[in-house]
């Protein structure tokens, strides 16, 4: 192998952002003297990733809304592409952000490249015909599941289960006690977390009416506590503007910047947006409700395209209806509360919905960033 070695690596969203630093971490320590360039979120920056642009920019949610940006994201692939051609990788990872990545990857597999793409895009679930241009963009799809490896097998495309990175750092027991001393609570008092989202576009849809909820929830439990954890600190400014504008100020609510897995950690109950989150939230064994909302456009398209019969991943993985998910039109304050009063009221529906969690867990354990890394360095080795 020579050296110097680059790896060029395109993540989105923070939870991409998250999995490449770990990912830089575990390469460095059998190859010190790697490089990596690629676009990149504040951890992968701080792993000493070089950032032709950040993660950030990649963050847009939905059908409609991703054709608003579509030519500043066809420029800012154009701009990377080039990039890689002048400076040529040993290898590219493409961590999540399909819609991005697998152009970037077809152009660069066609120049001799290896590519792989790690976190797989949900074609089991919708949108199936992707399966094809995956098959042309990637040498390697790298699943965190593992039925995603049968299904990619199946259709003629080299896959390979690492497992869960959230499942590798999150422990069985997420330790409630020390997560209600550390925000304050005590543990006789009923606390609900709030995630309505990462996205503008999320919080939007969604933070006004988990309040609401909230708001309806109080009426039935007085003692009832809230926790809203802010995913950045650019989205601070958002949240407080729509605390100001309704007439929340009488629900008890501590607004943190981060700190969501303390949050859901102390929390009796977890009224969240459908993703990354949910999975999180099934790794705590906290219940849970999970709601999601969308553009009326881009919802009749997705419904259109949807080929199982769940939303949220932990259904998905039990391939049942664990989870109340509460979608569109159904996502309303009553019901939501409803929902949560369910679980907060009734500790054996509660302890129902969390009994094969910790199962789960287990199965997703993996050590999925030494998993990785080991696939990237024995295709290295293998060029």
């Known amino acids: 192998m020579g050296s110097p070695l680059c790896i060029g690596l395109v993540a989105g969203e923070l939870s991409g952002d998250q999995l490449g630093a770990a990912l830089i971490r ?32 990649l963050s847009v949610m939905g059908l409609t809304e991703v054709l ?45 490249i290896p590519t792989l793409h790690w976190v797989s895009p949900a074609v089991w679930a919708w ?110 400014d958002l949240c407080r503007d729509i605390l ?27 009224l969240l947006a459908s993703g990354t989150a949910a999975l999180e939230c099934l790794l705590l064994k906290r219940p849970m409700v999970v709601a999601y909302r969308l553009h009326p456009l881009s919802y009749l398209l997705v419904r259109r395209l949807l080929r199982v019969p769940y939303v949220c991943l932990p259904n998905n993985l039990l391939n049942r209806a664990q989870v109340p998910e509460l979608l569109q039109s159904e996502a309303t304050p009553s019901r939501l509360a409803g929902a949560l009063l369910e679980l907060l009221q009734n500790p054996g529906e509660a302890s129902r919905q969390v009994a094969p969690f910790a199962a789960l867990h287990d199965e997703l354990r993996c050590d999925s960033a030494r998993q990785v890394a080991a696939a990237v360095l024995e295709r290295l080795s293998a060029e």
């Open 26 to 57: 575990r390469i460095r320590e059998s190859r010190p003297d790697v490089r990596f360039a690629g676009i990149a979120g504040p951890q992968m920056r701080a792993a000493g990733c070089l950032a032709l642009a950040q993660a950030e920019d």
């Open 68 to 112: 608003v940006h579509l030519p500043r994201l066809l420029r800012l692939r154009r701009r990377v592409l080039r990039y890689f051609l002048e400076q040529p990788p040993q290898l590219f990872i493409g961590i999540d952000a399909p819609d991005f990545n697998l152009g970037l990857e077809r152009r660069l597999k066609a120049l001799g």
């Open 127 to 236: 949108r199936r015909y992707r399966v094809n241009k995956i098959r042309r963009s990637v040498d390697c799809m790298l699943t965190l599941f593992p039925f995603e490896t049968g299904f990619y097998r199946r259709h003629g495309v080299t896959a390979r289960y690492v497992g869960h990175p959230l499942a590798d750092e999150i422990p069985q027991d997420c330790g409630r006690a020390s997560a209600r001393e550390a925000l304050d609570i005590d543990t006789d008092i009923p606390c609900v977390a709030l995630l309505p989202g990462s996205r503008r576009s999320e919080i939007g849809r969604l933070l006004p009416r988990f309040l609401e909820a909230a708001a309806e929830c109080r009426r039935g439990m007085p003692a009832l506590r809230f926790v809203l954890p802010v995913a950045s600190a650019d989205l601070m």
């Open 244 to 270: 100001q504008r309704g007439r929340w100020q009488h629900l008890d609510i501590t607004v943190l910047e981060g700190e969501a897995r303390t949050a859901m950690c102390a929390a009796d109950a977890v």
